[in-house]
């Protein structure tokens, strides 16, 4: 099959969405499939393979005219030129995870799946008006919805009144191959954090954290030099360890020194790129299969929708945000060994079924009968 995947972020990037898009489409291309990209000309001057760590890789399309982040009437200009910039290539199937691209898809009487991750509020007026009035998402054009999480696919169902059959929950995944190895008795661990440094999604908590506690080392990997300065002239603790963002290729090498993966998300409210939006009700985030993959202790806070794929007590710690309850659960480690490495062992089993060659083949399934 020829897969046409029409992008409007940057690639590469240190985004997250970016980074899952380009890692589906490897897993589309793994399953012997012709894959296209159409992004922007935009994002790092650097190798994309070796940036994403890919093994099998799709054929990327840059629209040249766009050498900033589409915005404003850009954004749709981009949509337009995508569209029929994908359609002279004649694919067999579109995908995109932009809602103003899938309406000029269906207007156009093209197949294809749309991949949702939240509600309408991070989107601009045209577009909530769009689907809040008129009964897109149900058209026979649509042949798939993929939904991140149930909570998505219940927004979707409830508010916008799609038709439940159309929509298949695909969650995140990790492309992270590490071997499992059990936590003993230390004096002092390593507890990392990995991701944005939006204050919504803990990564000011973890700072906080570590002058509390003064036993153990911290590390906190994200954002770009000038940032983690900022926070060095803040923070002058020296448990405490800030670095830049790390590319996918060396998160794995990282990840492999640390004890203790933490995941302090604010349980109200969650921004995405670009700091607009609530996705505390959606959320999927790759850091989590990043962290069960790795087969590390996880320490996360109670967010209703992790729990469509982590159980706590089983796979994980949850708690609340309380610098004290986190505190004292991480000083009784060593205390609690054998419990700590069930929960390692079961959360590193779990990842196996997170992978993106499994996530491409349940993107496509069934669609050879539509």
């Known amino acids: 099959m020829k897969i046409c995947y ?5 690639i590469p990037s240190h985004n997250a969405s970016s980074l899952q898009v380009i890692k589906t489409c490897e897993g589309f291309v793994q399953l012997k499939h012709k894959v296209f990209i159409i992004t922007p000309n935009t994002g790092l001057n650097l190798n994309i393979k070796k940036f994403y760590d890919l093994k099998f890789n799709p054929i990327r399309i840059k629209l040249n005219f766009f050498k900033n982040f589409p915005k404003g009437i850009k954004y749709y200009l981009f949509s337009f030129l995508s569209v029929f910039k994908a359609i002279s290539l004649k694919p067999d199937l579109f995908i995109t995870r932009n809602l103003f691209t899938l309406f000029i898809l269906v207007i156009l009487n093209k197949k294809v799946v749309i991949e949702l991750h939240h509600d309408l509020s991070n989107e601009g007026k045209f577009i909530k008006f769009l689907y809040n009035n008129f009964d897109i998402l149900n058209s026979k054009n649509i042949i798939k919805i993929i939904a991140i999480t149930k909570a998505v696919k219940n927004f979707l ?9 159309k929509i298949f929950i695909v969650p995140s995944a990790s492309s992270l191959r590490m071997h499992f190895s059990k ?5 002092k ?6 991701g944005s440094l939006d204050k919504t999604k803990g990564s000011r908590f973890v700072m906080e954290l570590s002058k509390l506690d003064k036993q153990n080392d911290y590390y906190v990997y994200g954002g770009d030099k000038r940032i983690i300065k900022q926070f060095k002239n803040h923070y002058k603790n020296k448990n405490l360890h800030l670095h830049v963002f790390v590319s996918y290729k060396n998160l794995k090498n990282h990840l492999n020194k640390m004890d203790v993966l933490v995941m302090p998300s604010n349980n109200k409210t969650l921004r995405s790129l670009g700091g607009i939006g609530n996705i505390v009700k959606y959320t999927s985030p790759l850091k989590l299969f990043d962290y069960l993959a790795s087969g590390k202790l996880i320490i996360i806070s109670k967010l209703k929708v992790f729990e469509e794929v982590i159980e706590k007590n089983k796979h994980c710690i949850a708690l609340d945000l309380n610098h004290n309850k986190w505190l004292k659960v991480i000083c009784k480690i060593s205390k609690n060994l054998k419990k700590i490495n069930l929960l390692k062992k079961n959360a590193f089993l779990l990842s196996k079924k997170y992978t993106y060659k499994k996530r491409a083949q349940d993107f496509l399934y069934g669609l050879n009968n539509q």
């Not at 936590?183 to 004096?187: A, D, G, R, V, Y």
């Open 189 to 194: 661990y390593n507890i990392g954090y990995f």
């Open 183 to 187: 936590l003993k008795n230390k004096k």
């Open 157 to 165: 169902t409830k508010e916008l009144k799609v038709y439940r059959r």
């Open 6 to 10: 029409l992008f409007n972020s940057s």
